[in-house]
């Protein structure tokens, strides 16, 4: 059933249509949605109301219908309001239907998925050096029964945090979301900067395995449950907090855009890699490029926390997502000034300190 | 209270880190982003601005203590 009294003024998809299982976001000024398992409505004041308005990821029999009827309505209009055309973009991108259009590849997708993919293998390098060291000191078992239980604990958080963060209002979700990347995401930019900068020493995973090697060998000799407790204790600790960054960063990319599997496949790809590489080497990752990375994954977790976060406060960006190329680049360029004003003073500083 | 405690302590410096005030920055940045979106002005400039601000005072004050 469909029925649109007043033009673009309401839209009803009943269960004919399918059951809703995933909550349909409308967010938009004046603009009153009604949600339940058996109908969406959308409602606005008038035409002018949904402008700005956003459709991501939902029920895809659900998106079909709205797609139809704002393409219906776009033939019978020929200024569209904006909100309807970034409608039809956003629910182009939740995937391919039988209207026969190919899953759309943009530049934020692709965006998101190297963020995931570079954070978590970031962060897995780091859990794996930790991994190691116990486990070449202390023995296997104890030491994979840990990273099993850490991985399942991360895995339940993301499966019951995703779909719940589903049913929170888009607007809402993006600001909540750009405001956490935008603090994280600071502080590995802050941190890479001070690092490039010379402020703050690289971090060293061959130094980290051996101190973990060390307290590995030192530490007693605890059995409970049939397990070498510190092996057990370390590793779980060590992936779980690890985890917990990826865990955040995946959430927080896939949620906000409606590509949670996305977000979860970079992080998947990641740990294969490093598993892999980390066979490979039978030992720490010490030269992958860690503050390379981090600066690269700071970068994109601030671009995309102001890009979410201004725009989970109303804010309409010029040229829409295409504007999230020109948010990265002005952080590129302002994170690049600093580091090497910083390393222009830390010269400086050790010229004067030299001469007096 | 010991375990919440260690708790909240992991959740603060999880989301806000080293420094605060970047946190603090980046919820007025928001804050006066809203304010004049609401007031009709489309400042998609802002946030950005004030974030870059917001770095460059943090690593400052970062090296100024180092």
């Known amino acids: 059933m469909a029925t649109r009294p007043g033009g673009l003024g309401t839209v009803i998809a009943d269960e004919n249509r399918g059951v809703v299982h995933r909550v349909l976001l409308v967010v938009a000024r004046d603009v009153r949605v009604n949600v339940n398992r058996l109908a969406v409505r959308v409602e606005a004041a008038s035409a002018d109301a949904l402008t700005g308005c956003m459709l991501p990821a939902a029920d895809p029999q659900v998106l079909r219908f709205v797609r139809a009827h704002f393409r219906e309505s776009l033939r019978k209009k020929s200024r569209p309001p904006a909100g309807i055309a970034h409608a039809i973009k956003e629910s182009s991108d939740a995937g391919s239907d039988d209207l026969g259009e190919p899953f759309v590849v943009n530049t934020t997708t692709v965006l998101i998925v190297t963020g995931a993919f570079l954070a978590s293998a970031v962060e897995m390098v780091e859990a794996l050096t930790i991994v190691l060291g116990v486990g070449v000191v202390r023995g296997w078992r104890s030491t994979l029964i840990g990273v099993g239980a850490a991985t399942i604990v991360l895995a339940v958080l993301v499966a019951a945090l995703g779909p719940a963060l589903g049913s929170i209002p888009i607007g809402t979700l993006r600001l909540v979301v750009g405001a956490l990347l935008l603090a994280f995401g600071l502080q590995w930019l802050r941190k890479a900067i001070l690092r490039s900068s010379g402020y703050k020493a690289l971090h060293d995973e061959e130094e980290s395995f051996q101190a973990e090697r060390t307290q590995a060998a030192a530490a007693a000799d605890d059995r409970r449950a049939g397990l070498d407790w510190y092996s057990f204790t370390v590793a779980f600790k060590g992936v779980l907090l690890e985890g917990l960054e990826v865990v955040f960063i995946v959430i927080a990319f896939g949620s906000a855009q409606g590509h949670l599997g996305l977000a979860a496949a970079g992080a998947a790809a990641a740990l294969v890699v490093v598993v892999i590489a980390g066979v490979l080497a039978k030992g720490p990752l010490s030269r992958v490029p860690e503050n390379t990375i981090k600066f690269a994954v700071g970068l994109l977790l601030t671009s995309f926390g102001s890009f979410w976060g201004a725009e989970g406060v109303g804010v309409h960006w010029p040229g829409d997502e295409a504007s999230l190329l020109g948010v990265i680049a002005f952080f590129v360029v302002v994170s690049l000034l600093l580091s090497r004003a910083l390393r222009r003073k830390r010269v400086t500083l050790a010229t004067a300190g030299a001469g007096a | ?66």
Do not use: C, K, Q
């Not at chain 2, 919820?27 to 982003?33: E, I, K, P, Q, R």
């Open chain 2, 1 to 66: 209270m010991r375990y919440l405690r260690s708790f909240g302590r992991f959740w603060w410096n999880f989301i806000v880190g080293d420094d605060w005030r970047v946190a603090a920055g980046v919820a007025v940045s928001l804050g006066v982003t809203s304010l004049l979106t609401h007031a009709g002005v489309n400042a998609w400039w802002l946030l950005p601005t004030g974030v870059a601000l917001v770095l460059a005072e943090s690593l400052r004050r970062a090296v100024g203590r180092g």
